[in-house]
């Protein structure tokens, strides 16, 4: 037993712990059979050096979380005679037949990118830092990924069993801060003071793992993430961006965001939520957290997609789990849902003693757009997000229509554009958060109506035009002019609209509607 660099006042890296401990016979099978383990070890095997599994799937096998396809591997080497880490990256390449690329050439890491079990996984490649494995792993932000696994060891055959029948009781797992045992203990603790101070976005990182994996935040931990959450501001917005939207990929968003108010580092992260606390008649937070909630809830489960979409409800997750970037649909309806109403901070007004919020979705619009600008969203993501956010009360107005036409169906729906189903899980998010958890029976029948309108008559292929502007002048003996061009797009509103499905139909409605034409123009 020895203490591992047991320096000052920082008890976590005081901690005393034995150097390495055993992982289990099913995780080092598991291990052995894997291609890209196998890959690294073959490179290094006969003296050409050290190579060590750490980071996230060590990490899983401490928690006992089962692998999935697409992967996401970080091995660490120690190549013989000062080795280059980018040809070691080339050569990984070729078995993995994938493509290499540079994460940091100052480090060097490299990342190669490879089809694995049919879904697309990376191997990131770093040197050893420090004076060996031990000093490298002690430099990491959190025990539960301050282990490491020893390819050289995990292939290691006992006497009396054949290469690959190795006992994995016998594999070491190098853990020098007892990581193991916070993992067992469902637990997330720093590996010392540092930590937040060399890299503040390691706050956010905390958070997400603490959800996804169901661990509690060491107290110590959490006061030191509460020193840093000025220190955010210094970190690159394309960095805040990744966290964020691994935070909303995943589940969990809403106690997320929850742990980020609560810390003090949500602000940093977007400025435009100090408004809100500035609303002291109305709980936007709170608000907004019960709509993230609702969302997740419907989200997670195909039960509840079915229970609103019916037959529909394939298609609809087929439509959330497109990505638009590099991130799904359902990731960013999910952010959509917590900023939906960020424009009632800056539009609230009291008439009669009633709060009134009339036009916040617009307001809403100009303060999302600029706030997804700052975080280096792309261009397709902030539009969905702004026009998600712009049009979310949409729903809700046609809701209150009186036998609403399928015209003003084929209007929302072109207003939404591509954005239309998530329209229609956000009204129905909002409306459980507003109603606090309850259903609004009406609006659940409007939606319905909606999805059915919008998969079997507006989604489908677009018939060619029923006539054409020559047809329209020649028929009803008009001149070329802007009437022609009003004519057409009325007609082809009837035609999305299911009204109009032939040119005889459209003939006689352009004839009843000719004097409003004439008139208007």
Not at 318 to 346: M, P, Q, T, Y
Request: charged residues 25%; positive net charge; aromatic residues 6%.
């Amino acid at each position: 037993m020895k203490r591992v660099n047991g320096k000052g006042n920082d008890k976590t890296r005081g901690r005393l712990s034995p150097a390495s401990c055993f992982i289990g016979r099913v995780e080092a099978r598991r291990l052995r059979g894997d291609e890209a383990v196998k890959a690294v070890h073959a490179l290094v095997a006969g003296g050409r050096g050290k190579a060590y599994l750490v980071g996230g799937m060590v990490r899983d096998v401490l928690i006992g979380c089962a692998p999935s396809n697409a992967r996401d591997y970080d091995f660490a080497v120690e190549l013989a005679d000062n080795g280059d880490v980018a040809a070691f990256a080339n050569r990984l390449a070729m078995r993995l037949n994938g493509s290499p690329f540079a994460l940091d050439k100052n480090e060097p890491s490299y990342r190669v990118v490879f089809m694995s079990n049919g879904a697309r996984s990376n191997a990131d490649i770093s040197g050893v830092k420090g004076n060996g494995i031990i000093q490298d792993l002690t430099l990491r932000d959190f025990t539960v990924n301050a282990a490491a696994i020893d390819l050289q060891a995990l292939f290691a055959c006992p006497r009396g069993l054949k290469a690959g029948e190795g006992d994995g009781a016998k594999v070491f797992l190098i853990d020098p801060l007892k990581g193991k045992e916070d993992a067992a203990a469902k637990l997330l603790r720093m590996t010392g003071q540092r930590v937040f101070d060399d890299d503040p976005l390691r706050s956010l990182r905390a958070i997400r793992l603490a959800v996804r994996y169901g661990l509690a935040i060491t107290q110590d931990t959490l006061e030191a993430m509460r020193l840093v959450a000025g220190s955010l501001e210094k970190v690159s917005a394309e960095r805040l961006r990744d966290e964020m939207l691994l935070m909303f990929a995943g589940p969990g968003a809403a106690q997320c965001m929850r742990m980020l108010l609560d810390l003090g580092l949500a602000i940093f992260v977007f400025p435009a939520l100090t408004a809100w606390k500035q609303l002291k008649e109305y709980d936007l937070t709170a608000h907004s957290l019960s709509a993230l909630d609702e969302a997740e809830l419907l989200l997670g489960s195909p039960d509840a997609l079915s229970a609103i979409f019916g037959r529909h409800a394939p298609e609809v997750i087929r439509h959330l789990d497109a990505e638009i970037g590099v991130v799904s649909r359902r990731a960013l309806l999910k952010l959509s849902a917590f900023f939906h109403d960020v424009g009632k901070a800056l539009i609230m007004t009291r008439v009669g003693g009633v709060l009134h919020f009339i036009g916040h979705e617009s307001q809403g619009a100009l303060i999302a757009r600029p706030m997804l600008r700052r975080l280096k969203m792309s261009r397709a993501m902030v539009l969905s997000l702004v026009n998600m956010i712009k049009n979310h009360h949409r729903v809700f107005a046609f809701a209150a229509l009186n036998k609403p036409s399928e015209r003003a169906k084929a209007h929302l729906i072109r207003v939404c554009g591509n954005e239309s189903v998530e329209a229609l899980c956000l009204a129905v998010a909002d409306a459980r958060a507003t109603r606090r958890g309850e259903e609004d029976n009406e609006l659940l029948s409007v939606v319905k109506s909606l999805a059915d309108f919008y998969f079997d008559v507006y989604s489908r292929k677009k018939p060619k035009p029923v006539m054409d502007g020559s047809f329209v002048m020649k028929t009803f003996g008009l001149k070329q002019g802007v009437i022609i061009g009003e004519i057409l797009r009325r007609v082809n509103e009837e035609v999305e609209a299911g009204a109009i499905r032939n040119k005889k139909e459209a003939v006689r409605f352009v004839r009843k509607l000719l004097p409003f034409f004439q008139r208007e123009a």
